[in-house]
Structure formats: structure tokens, C-alpha cells
């Protein structure tokens, strides 16, 4: 997911300056017919994303997510453990999964 993650904003990174309009004209782009990197770059992310929650996009996604959300509240009401967001406590390697090239809030 970090690799996919990180060509979506590659891509918009190399675009946006070539383009008059910002994100929203970037984005616009995605209408149009033809090959397009970022609508490649979205796929991919969406696809991990998708296996990150083991969820199928042939399925109703709001169906999925309604029934993970209900999961979580069912364990919540009988007081068991739920994994916050965020890397679990234990994961081998975590640091495979930060990036350097995220948004970061300005300095105060």
C-alpha cells in the first residue's frame, strides 16, 4: 500500500505544476479516454487498500465496512481488545511501512 500510496502523489507531484486549475483539473483528467498514470496509480491503491481489509470490490463496499464496524462494536460491547488505527503493536519491521513523502501539518 506504501508503494501504491506513493505514486498516486509522484504522479500529481509531476502533473500539478503543468496543469492551471490544481487538483481539481488534475482530477478532471480521470474523465477523459485513454491511458492515464494516475487512474493507474489510483487502481493500484484502491487494490491494496481493498486487501488491506480483506475486503472484494465485487461486493458492496458499504456492506463490508458496515459489517467490519459492526465486528468492531460487537467486540468493544464484550470488552475484548481492538487494534486502534495505526501499526499494531508487534508488526515485524514497522518501519516498512512509513514513508518520507507524506503532508506534514506547518510548524507553529
Known sequence: ?????????????QALPKLKGGLRALYRT???PGANPLKDAHAALDAAV???YGFTAK???LAQLLAL??????????AEP?????????????????????IRPAAK
Open 1 to 13: 500500500m506504501k508503494a501504491a500510496g506513493r505514486e498516486v502523489r509522484r504522479i500529481r507531484a
Open 59 to 61: 461486493a458492496d463496499l
Open 69 to 78: 464496524n459492526q465486528s468492531v462494536a460487537a467486540k468493544l460491547a464484550r
Open 30 to 32: 480521470l474523465e477523459l
Open 50 to 52: 481493498l486487501a488491506a
Open 82 to 102: 481492538v487494534t486502534a488505527p495505526g501499526i499494531p503493536a508487534g508488526f515485524p519491521n514497522p518501519e516498512t511501512l512509513l514513508t518520507e513523502d507524506c
